[in-house]
């Protein structure tokens, strides 16, 4: 099965149409343009992230990465060849690649390094405080005063 239909989703949300689009795009892509070059996720802590690319043969000019609103792209360049190289087997690949990675809100880049052949891309969640929980205190107070729109009883002794 291919195909989410999503529609009763969106008759009581707002706000999650790009939902359905990265689903239905994420079900158009194949298996093998994930291939190249090896990538891991990690969770590092509560509200850390790493991605780490395999990327053997870059150098640091050599790649680029743009976090563009909630989208990261890390991209390589192949390099020209040098000289006339015969090679017998060829199996480290070099060919340029651009891979994109859809973050979730609040999700910042807050660093890239390449030691020994892998790009390390550290991402870290920052939630505003506005938009934290936060308990409210319960202040113990008398209950406020309500005014009685009924007219006051009629003074019967008076009347008579």
């Known amino acids: 099965m291919r195909t989410f239909d999503l529609s009763p989703l969106f008759r009581s949300t707002v706000g999650f149409d790009h939902l359905g689009r990265m689903l239905d795009s994420a079900a158009r892509l194949d298996d093998a343009a994930f291939a190249y070059p090896p ?82 891309v550290d991402l870290v969640r920052e939630v505003p405080e506005a938009l934290k929980p936060r308990s409210i205190r319960i202040e113990a107070k008398a209950p406020p005063a309500i005014l009685d729109a009924a007219p006051a009883p009629a003074d019967t002794e008076k009347a008579a």
Do not use: C
Request: negative net charge; charged residues 25%; proline residues 1%.
């Open 39 to 120: 990538y891991n996720i990690e969770k590092m802590g509560e509200d850390h992230y790493r991605i780490t690319m395999a990327v053997a043969g870059f150098s640091e000019a050599d790649l680029d990465v743009t976090a563009h609103g909630p989208t990261l792209t890390i991209a390589g360049r192949a390099r020209k060849e040098e000289g006339n190289a015969q090679y017998l087997h060829r199996g480290i690949a070099g060919r340029s690649f651009e891979r994109r990675f859809e973050m979730a809100d609040f999700i910042r880049v807050a660093s890239a390094s390449l030691v020994n052949g892998l790009l390390h």
